[in-house]
DNA sequence: TCCTTTTATCGTAAAATTACGATTATGGAA
DNA sequence: TTCCATAATCGTAATTTTACGATAAAAGGA
């Protein structure tokens, strides 16, 4: 579904909109677990996360994908290799959307 | 996928489980929008909510015992009707854990 | 009792997500 | 250049989610 027909459908603001779609990106296992690890290891590349997770590298890319969508990571590249880390600005915007919307 | 199941595959500790499925059932527009709606109206009755989404009545009431079952609001039993609210308890503990996690 | 109101649940079709192997693309080393 | 390492993307099967109409259940009024 795009995502203008969503906000006009379900007449949320672009804000809850954004909101919806981390909570999204956060509402699954393998990338709760992927965002605890990037909180542990500021900085490491896609290979280590697929070490850690008990998927194949595909699905990981994928998960990884999903975050980066949502802006809650970002990876840049670094010769073969692509170094992810949170994204602070998003992760304090997420933050302060929690408090506005309890 | 059963709970135990995904504890022992993702790894995760109960609590980061419990957050991730919060996470989850906040993750799609339609409950976003129940929310909000519960935060601004604090008791109402699943028939205000229906008024108020796009959607059939079948699936609001859906989309509620997600919500229900993720424990982020209860359904109280008035006569032929069931009044909503947000549950306090969960909401504080779901910002506390996001403190926690970022 | 019978009807109405209200809401949950059932059954199910359509759409989206998840997971994987295979493939592709890119950069660096030999 | 050729090979290897790294990671993204493609194609696809299996599972899950979403949405709806129909049905059931339960309380209250006529």
Redesign the interface.
Known sequence: MEQEQ?LK????TDD??R???M????????R??I??YL?DHPQCITGDIVDV??LAQATVSQHLKVLRDAGLICGTIEGTATCYC?CSES?DW??AQ??D??
């Open positions: 969503i459908t379900y007449n949320l809850e909109h909101l919806s779609e909570m999204k990106a956060l509402g699954h296992p393998a709760m677990q965002i605890r909180t997770l008990p949170l992760v997420f933050k929690i408090g919307l309890f």
